[in-house]
């Protein structure tokens, strides 16, 4: 759980001194901003060599390359000079995805699908506690040091998951595939799967939600509605709080409801939450809680449907875990990643929060379309 919570961690702790960093590296805010797409856009490459590389070589070995590399880079931005030393080590930090694809392959490795998503939400579970209440660690730290405290606390993380992994985790791939170029040679296999593909742009509309928020909430919270880096960290920890929530009871009724009417029932909760906030905003309510209540909405519903959405990529075929999970998760992150990207370019000043809110609400009534998709491939493939 602590070795897939790094990734989560070093994406959301830093978040409320980006307004800072900006000013300190002399950077517009846009381009500060690709600290964090460029970052995502980096895990989602990652993560189509890291799934086959466990499917060949181990799940333990990948993961603690994974996790070495990442705090190389969080020592190199550490002493960055400029931003574009800075965005370097984020490609190098975004290895961290190695802890949370590794995670889910090595619970398929053991358990079927509905318990396979039981698990993966009490570990995401887990996984949310960090980024939680990081963001809230994080504001306080930037008062108080600046934003290098941010990174200090990721390499100690860091450290500490190698650590770990290196005495305690064992192998859980029994059975290698016999070279990388047959890993990849698989990967048609799961394209023509019209399942795979359901779950998978589930996941991508689902997490893009998520990410449209972190692309533009931190600059409606600080420039739009005045929130300084601590109160945008502790608002922040509302939706996280959500999260953990929503994957609580994903793993206490995945296995008597399912998979896809947990998928379903969590993305259209998280559309739901957004069409209210987006009428409070309308409606002259410029409130932080009009943004954070609803989006404290869409974390349980995220933390109802991402466990589901990635057990189903990974059992749709099991043999192939490690790969569907890289192949997925590289779907997933960068569809999330794009609307981040959208976020950031879309608002300002003078748009107000509206660009951010229709993003969520469009990026979650597809989520909504998808999910009804891969319930009915499901139901055919079950009676024909």
Request: with cysteine.
């Amino acid at each position: 759980t602590l070795s897939a919570s790094i990734g989560p961690l070093a994406m959301n702790m830093f978040l409320p001194s980006l307004p800072g960093m900006a000013r300190y590296f002399a950077a517009d805010y846009s381009v500060m901003q690709l600290t964090v797409t460029l970052y995502l856009f980096s895990q989602a490459f990652i993560q189509l060599f890291i799934g086959p590389a466990s499917d060949r070589f181990g799940r333990r070995p990948v993961m603690l390359f994974s996790l070495i590399t990442f705090v190389i880079g969080t020592i190199v931005a550490l002493f960055a000079p400029t931003i574009e030393v800075l965005l370097f080590a984020r490609v190098l930090q975004a290895f961290a995805a190695g802890g949370m694809v590794l995670a889910r392959a090595m619970v398929r490795d053991t358990v079927a699908t509905n318990e396979a998503a039981s698990k993966i939400a009490y570990i995401t579970m887990g996984m949310a506690f960090v980024p939680t209440i990081t963001p809230v660690i994080g504001g306080m730290l930037d008062v108080a040091y600046g934003w290098q405290a941010s990174f200090i606390t990721m390499l100690a993380f860091g450290i500490l998951s190698v650590v770990l992994v290196w005495i305690d985790l064992g192998e859980t791939n029994r059975v290698r595939s016999s070279s990388m170029a047959a890993q990849f040679r698989s990967y048609p296999e799961l394209l023509t799967s019209r399942r795979f593909w359901g779950y998978s742009a589930t996941a991508a509309f689902t997490t893009g939600t998520f990410f449209a928020f972190l692309g533009g909430g931190p600059f409606v919270a600080t420039e739009i509605l005045g929130l300084g880096p601590a109160a945008y960290g502790f608002y922040f920890g509302i939706m996280s709080m959500g999260y953990i929530i929503g994957n609580f009871l994903s793993g206490r009724y995945t296995m008597r409801l399912g998979v896809d009417v947990m998928m379903l029932s969590g993305n259209a909760l998280a559309l739901v939450a957004m069409i209210v906030s987006l009428i409070l905003f309308f409606a002259g309510f410029d409130h932080p809680l009009s943004l954070f209540l609803p989006a404290g909405l869409v974390g349980v519903g995220n933390g109802l449907a991402l466990p589901s959405t990635n057990a189903g990529i990974v059992s749709v075929r099991p043999h192939l875990a490690g790969s569907a999970s890289g192949l997925g998760g590289a779907l997933q992150i960068a569809g999330g990643a794009a609307l981040s990207v959208m976020a950031g370019l879309l608002i300002s000043r003078e748009t107000g929060p509206y660009p951010l809110l229709c993003l969520m609400v469009i990026s979650s009534f597809a989520s909504v379309l998808t999910s009804l998709y891969v319930r009915s491939v499901s139901r055919m493939q079950e009676h024909g």
